[in-house]
């Protein structure tokens, strides 16, 4: 079955500092991959997306993720955070029938 | 990518009454989703909206409880019926337009249920 888990539920980071957030999925197939951002009270917004490629790939607001095949991973980062990222972020995996599996999120504390 | 105008953005209702939850598209979009997001959790999807046809509903939610609407291909409507403080929730809609392209959410729906 297809799946995406987050192991880290909470993180805590210094202003400025560098950032990983894990990710791990379980798919068949080559999987289209999604980061997402949420803050309180709001909707979803779309970090970045990995369809195919380079497995490199460039966000918003300073984001990057790296596709991994052989850990099934992929983990978002940020090489200095900001205090506007404290918000929850979800990754998620898209299905050949269009929907998406998210996995459980991660709560990301930022510290002044 | 497109954008979801949902509404209301949060509402306090009495058990046993209903809420209808109103998505609206700035463009056509070939599939929308609905999700229920519970206190502290991830996503899960309620069902797919088709346009035309009755809604494709996940396992554990029923069109008794949670009935969708899609008259077009632009709008979409999922209403909590019979609601129980367990339906506290926020409720978001989601469009996406192909396999290969991302979705786009809406603000989602605060619900409380007193």
């Known amino acids: 079955a297809q799946s995406v888990t987050q192991p880290d539920i909470h993180i805590t980071v210094s202003e400025g500092a560098s950032l990983e957030l894990r990710c791990n999925y379980s798919?068949?197939?080559?999987?289209?991959l999604f980061w997402y951002v949420q803050s309180p009270g709001q909707g979803l917004q779309l970090l970045l997306k990995?369809?195919?490629?380079?497995?490199l790939v460039q966000g918003i607001k300073g984001f990057e993720a790296e596709f991994k095949r052989s850990q099934s991973s992929f983990n978002l980062r940020k090489p200095s955070v900001h205090w506007s990222d404290a918000a929850e972020y979800f990754c998620?995996?898209?299905?050949?029938?269009?929907?998406?599996?998210f996995g459980t999120g991660t709560r990301l504390k930022v510290l002044a | 990518s497109a954008v979801i105008s949902q509404k209301p953005s949060r509402d306090i209702c009495q058990r046993g009454t209903s809420l209808t939850i109103q998505c609206q598209v700035d463009?056509?979009?070939?599939?929308m989703f609905w999700y229920r997001q519970q206190p502290g959790q991830s996503l899960t999807l309620i069902a797919t909206?088709?346009?035309?046809?009755?809604?494709?509903?996940e396992s554990g939610f029923v069109i008794d409880k949670f009935p969708i609407s899609r008259p077009n291909l632009t709008f979409s409507t999922l209403t909590v019926s019979n609601m129980s403080p367990e339906d506290s929730s926020i409720y978001l809609c989601s469009g996406r337009q192909g396999a290969r392209t991302e979705a786009f959410f809406g603000q989602g729906t605060r619900l409380t249920v007193v």
């Open positions: 798919y068949g197939a080559t999987p289209y």
């Open positions: 909206a088709n346009q035309g046809s009755e809604a494709t509903y």
């Open positions: 990995y369809f195919s490629g380079d497995t």
């Open positions: 998620a995996v898209a299905s050949g029938t269009y929907k998406y599996i």
């Open positions: 463009s056509q979009v070939t599939m």
